[in-house]
């Protein structure tokens, strides 16, 4: 039967699945239950990215801002038709914080997961197929620490951040060439 002529994912229901993918991941510190692993989780632009660090990482302990960097078209021509996927770039902005203690906020503790588990535990949960969204998949393609400078620094004493580095693959669009002039 073959796949429908565009069946290419948007971009909008996308990223709403994947914030409530995150928002549904857990973690388990030494002592109690598990918990949700992230206290906010929110979209961003690139140009509103700055701010939301600013006020984020000022309020909550345990945040992952999600921001849509672009997307790509892979083609392959097969014969007379074009198959075309699109690849979106996702960074998450994942930040902990351990009051007083830069390196617990990255390293964590018995009661803190840290950033480097919190970006640990979206590369283990978050590859594969993204719910609510048909034919869509993420992979990620890399874990990199943030380094905060400056005055902002100084504002966020004990916080740790990584970028975690995703990639959304999703749905086909096939065209005929066949009757097309060039």
């Not at 290419?8 to 598990?34: F, H, K, N």
């Amino acid at each position: 039967m073959g796949i429908p002529d565009d069946n290419l994912a948007r971009t909008a229901p996308i990223l709403t699945a994947l914030v409530t993918a995150i928002s549904g991941i857990q973690w388990t510190p030494d002592t109690g239950p598990a918990e949700a692993a992230f206290e906010t989780v929110s979209i961003y632009d690139l140009q509103d990215l700055f701010t939301a660090m600013k006020e984020l990482v000022a309020a909550k302990s345990r945040v992952a801002l999600v921001v849509f960097e672009g997307s790509s078209i892979e083609n392959l021509t097969q014969g007379h038709q074009l198959h075309s996927q699109e690849i979106r770039r996702v960074t998450v902005l994942v930040a902990d914080r351990n009051w007083g203690d830069r390196k617990k906020g990255f390293m964590g503790d018995s009661g803190s997961p840290g950033a480097y588990r919190l970006g640990d535990l979206l590369k283990s949960a978050l590859p594969g197929p993204l719910d609510g969204v048909g034919q869509v998949y993420v992979r990620c393609t890399g874990i990199e620490p943030m380094m905060i400078q400056g005055q902002d620094r100084q504002n966020q004493v004990g916080r740790g951040a990584v970028a975690v580095a995703l990639e959304i693959c999703g749905g086909e669009k096939l065209t005929e060439l066949r009757f097309r002039t060039y």
